[in-house]
Every structure is written in structure tokens, then in C-alpha cells.
């Protein structure tokens, strides 16, 4: 199999953490796409995923897998044995509904504030952020709003269960850690009393496959480039 990412971005870290959960980095070719020179954006890139994004995996028959969900699906489902996709039609039921909330009021609208009421990764990838429309920044800002909302609402449910779906583990849990990832990025901070999402958040981070993940720190040239 090989996989399409950049590391050290949230999309790419959330696939990084499933393949260190399931044990599978050794099985796995990484192939480097350089986000911040919007490589994602080319002819080349688009024939793999039209909707010019990462990660994506490429399986062995030349089949590619987009979306970090439905890629979470295939690599948790190989062994037959999944962990974080649920094993009961309730658990899955509430983590695929849990997932979805994750990507719509926290990781989507980060990364809508990150790309339209910031600079972003730059210009090369700006020039396809819409520059335009002139009330690009106020959306953004509100996507950014919209994501601190998000905050509060996960610490509501984590102050009433251990984690994002109910009891166990999962890609809900692994899709807002990344996405508090990107917004530390951002600059977006976690509101104030989110004393529930804190003691989550560090809990999770010394996880074995969140703390050992591969790909947690950026290339040195996207660091250069980024002024880190």
C-alpha cells in the first residue's frame, strides 16, 4: 500500500495515528506531497482524488482510497478485527454519527478559518482559496467562531463520557485530536473552562499510537518554509 500525505498536518496525522493503533506503518510506502506548493492541486495529484486533498492511499491493485473516514474504515476492517469503527451496529451507529460532528463543527471550520481569514500555507495555495470574493475573511472568521463552538460542545459530551462516542476509543476521538492540532495552527484557543476537553486531550496524547505516531513533526523544509 502506499499513502499520499505531508507530515505533520492534521488530515494526514489522523491516517499516521490509525496505522500506529493498527500496527500497519511497516506495511505502508509514505509518499510526500508537498502541501505548501499546492502539489495537491495539480492534474497529476487530481487524477488520484479529484477533490484535491490528503491523505489518500493507494491499495495494491492501483485502487485509490480518499477521505481520512472511509481510509480509517478500510485499514481498521483488514484485520478483520476493527477497534475504531465500532463492532456492534449501536457503537458503530454512534461513531460514524460522533465522526461526523467531528468534521462538521471542528476540523472542516478550522480549516476554513485557517485558509480564508488567515494567510494560510502561503500563496501558492491561497490562489485556490477563493481571493476574489471579498467576503472571504468574514467567513472565515466565522468558521472560526463556529469551531470554538465546536469546542464546547465536545467538552459537554466529554464531561459526561470518557470518550468522543461513548466508552471506548475511536476515529471520533482521533478526528478531534487533530483537529485541536490544527487549531493551535490556526491560532484558534479552546475556551475558556473546557476543563473536560483539556484532561481529554491529554489523555489521548500519551496514547501509545498518538505519542509513537510517525510523521509528528514537520519536514525540515515545510518548517523553512512555514518560519518555524
Known sequence: ?????????????????????????????????????????????LQKNPSGVLPVLELDDGTFISESTAITEYLDHMDGHPTLTGTTPKQRGLIHMMQRRAEAELIDPVGEYFHHATPGL?????AFKSLDWTGRAEWGRRQGERARAGMTYFNA?????????????????????????????????????????????????????????SGRAFLADDARRLGL
Do not use: C
Not at 476509543?169 to 479552546?190: E, H, N
Open 1 to 45: 500500500m502506499r499513502i499520499y500525505d505531508r507530515p505533520g498536518f492534521p488530515n494526514p496525522a489522523r491516517i499516521r495515528i490509525v496505522l500506529a493503533e493498527k500496527q500497519l506503518d511497516s506495511q505502508v510506502e509514505f509518499i510526500p506531497v508537498d502541501l505548501i506548493g499546492a502539489e495537491h492541486k495539480s492534474p497529476a495529484f
Open 122 to 126: 502561503g500563496p501558492k495555495l491561497q
Open 157 to 213: 459530551v466529554l464531561g459526561q463520557q470518557p470518550y468522543i462516542a461513548g466508552e471506548v476509543f475511536s476515529m471520533a476521538d482521533i478526528t478531534i485530536f487533530a483537529g485541536l492540532l490544527f487549531a493551535d495552527a490556526a491560532g484558534l484557543t479552546i475556551p475558556e473552562n473546557s476543563h473536560a476537553l483539556l484532561a481529554w486531550r491529554a489523555r489521548v496524547a500519551e496514547l501509545p499510537s498518538v505519542k509513537h505516531r
